[in-house]
């Protein structure tokens, strides 16, 4: 009876270690560019606009850095964490997502369709102590597809995301505090990304328990 017992409590815990296992994951390194609009943001506050003397500059070549995380619950759903940063002329972004996506198809290549939410904030730096800081919230839709081996997967990402602003805190030429409405904060872009981990999707159990 009291091998049955160990036997019985040994399959229990591996059964849920089994269940807490992830169906796969990877973690790796970001790179994007925003390609629409061609200068970001698609426009300014007016007051930053209208104002005298004003050196703030759209930025039209920016750079996406950051890492990734993804968790597969099963086959078909992935739960991901992506945080990082974006630099251009005189313009600085930081940003942190939570995201979700759908495995739409498996195979040599998955393709993926999702969105997310989170959190940043985005600064431009003019002349003369100017600059327009934007704390925002962003909400994002994509779509992916993924090669993969059993270690690592390779990502393409086409997405739309626009940023809430929470707030502007605009200082004019100057250095004095300016109070400003909203500027417009959509986006298109591309990201490629690299992920280090497990690829290998479970082996399905036999019946019986085979």
């Not at 059964?15 to 990877?26: E, H, I, R, V």
């Not at 930081?94 to 940043?120: E, R």
């Amino acid at each position: 009876m009291t091998r049955i017992l160990l036997a019985l409590g040994l399959l229990a815990v591996t059964s849920d270690a089994q269940a807490l296992d992830p169906y796969m994951w990877g973690i790796g390194p970001r790179i994007g560019t925003n390609v629409i609009p061609a200068a970001y943001p698609m426009k300014f506050p007016p007051a930053v606009i209208s104002q005298e003397g004003s050196t703030l500059e759209r930025v039209n070549m920016d750079l996406i850095v950051g890492v990734d995380a993804v968790y597969y619950v099963t086959g078909h759903t992935r739960m991901a964490m992506s945080g990082g940063f974006g630099f251009g002329k005189s313009y600085f972004d930081g940003h942190f997502l939570v995201k979700y996506n759908y495995v739409s198809q498996t195979g040599a290549m998955d393709f993926l369709i999702g969105g997310g939410a989170g959190f940043g904030s985005s600064r431009w730096a003019g002349q003369d102590s100017e600059s327009l800081r934007v704390p925002y919230y962003p909400l994002r839709a994509e779509a992916s597809a993924l090669v993969r081996d059993n270690s690592r997967g390779y990502q393409g990402t086409v997405f739309f995301q626009y940023n809430l602003p929470a707030n502007h805190f605009y200082n004019a030429p100057g250095g004095d505090s300016v109070e400003v409405g909203s500027g417009i904060y959509p986006t298109l872009g591309v990201e490629l990304c690299v992920y280090f981990g497990d690829f290998t999707p479970p082996r399905p159990r036999r019946r019986g328990g085979e």
